[in-house]
């Protein structure tokens, strides 16, 4: 299973509200034996939003906080690699799927799924992830309980 990047970016806020379902979302999911990966592309997005000013609707933390919190979620989750065959994958999807601007960044996640034979996508995204054939997305406050 994949974890989004707007999950990751949850364990770096301990008061937003979202941040226990997403705990008890990665206990309970670890508990029934599926395993939670990440790729690089959610430390890309993670470290943008991390570094992003919060008057721009980003963490505010410096690069050498956001360096720690990635070496957080690396130690957390197996980091999936990024062959080269994601590109074409990417490209497939987005043209069968008439995917245009911003989500083509969720494109590029579900390309790394299949590529790691990956189907199921743990977001708060339902609707943006559920365009593409054969990905399941589950909702972290479904697997929370």
Do not use: C
């Not at 770096?12 to 990440?38: D, K, S």
């Amino acid at each position: 299973m994949l974890i989004d990047t707007n999950v990751l970016v949850r364990t770096l806020q301990v008061r937003h509200p979202q941040y226990e379902t997403v705990m008890r979302a990665f206990a309970n999911l670890t508990a029934r034996g599926r395993e939670l990966h990440i790729v690089p592309q959610n430390l890309t997005e993670l470290w943008v939003v991390a570094t992003r000013p919060a008057s721009q609707n980003g963490l505010g933390l410096s690069t050498a906080e956001a360096a720690v919190e990635l070496m957080r979620l690396k130690s957390m989750f197996p980091l999936l690699p990024d062959p080269p065959d994601i590109y074409p994958v990417w490209e497939s999807l987005v043209i069968q799927y008439k995917v245009a601007g911003k989500p083509a960044h969720d494109a590029r996640l579900v390309a790394a799924m299949l590529v790691h034979g990956l189907t199921t996508i743990l977001t708060f995204d339902r609707t943006g992830l559920s365009r593409f054939a054969g990905i399941e997305v589950l909702h972290p406050a479904e697997a929370a309980i």
